[in-house]
């Protein structure tokens, strides 16, 4: 069964860190790049952050570098996106999302498999 599945959002307070996890079924996991990208109320789905199939190549959102940090568990097939500092405009929903090759990329239509997602809400 093909499957992406978020979890670890949640309400926290500006400045306070927060760990999203997403598992994936072996099949979807396995020689995919994986992505991160979140969706605020009335706006689009963005970029947050993708990591290759081995995990040796990573990029994030400019805006994002050196708060967010995108990593996978291919023992575990789970990827992680630590987000540390977090500011009330991190507030979204968060969608893990598996890509439709190895390599890293940003573009939402590159991504084959999708998350229902996990609520972030940072309050000031």
């Known amino acids: 069964q093909v499957q992406v599945v978020e979890s670890g959002g949640g309400l926290v307070q500006a400045g306070d860190s927060l760990r999203l996890s997403c598992a994936a079924s072996g099949r979807i996991f396995d020689r995919r790049a994986m992505g991160w990208f979140r969706q605020a109320p009335g706006k689009e789905r963005e970029f947050v952050a993708t990591?290759?199939?081995?995990?040796?190549?990573?990029s994030y959102a400019d805006s994002l570098k050196g708060r967010f940090t995108i990593s996978r568990d291919s023992a575990k097939n789970t990827v992680y996106l630590q987000m540390n500092s977090l500011k009330p405009e991190d507030t979204a929903v968060y969608y893990c999302?598996?890509?439709?090759?190895?390599?890293?990329?940003?573009?939402?239509?590159?991504?084959?498999?999708w998350g229902q997602g996990t609520q972030v809400t940072v309050s000031s």
């Open positions: 999302a598996a890509a439709n090759g190895p390599t890293i990329r940003r573009e939402v239509s590159e991504y084959r498999y």
């Open positions: 990591i290759s199939w081995g995990g040796g190549s990573t």
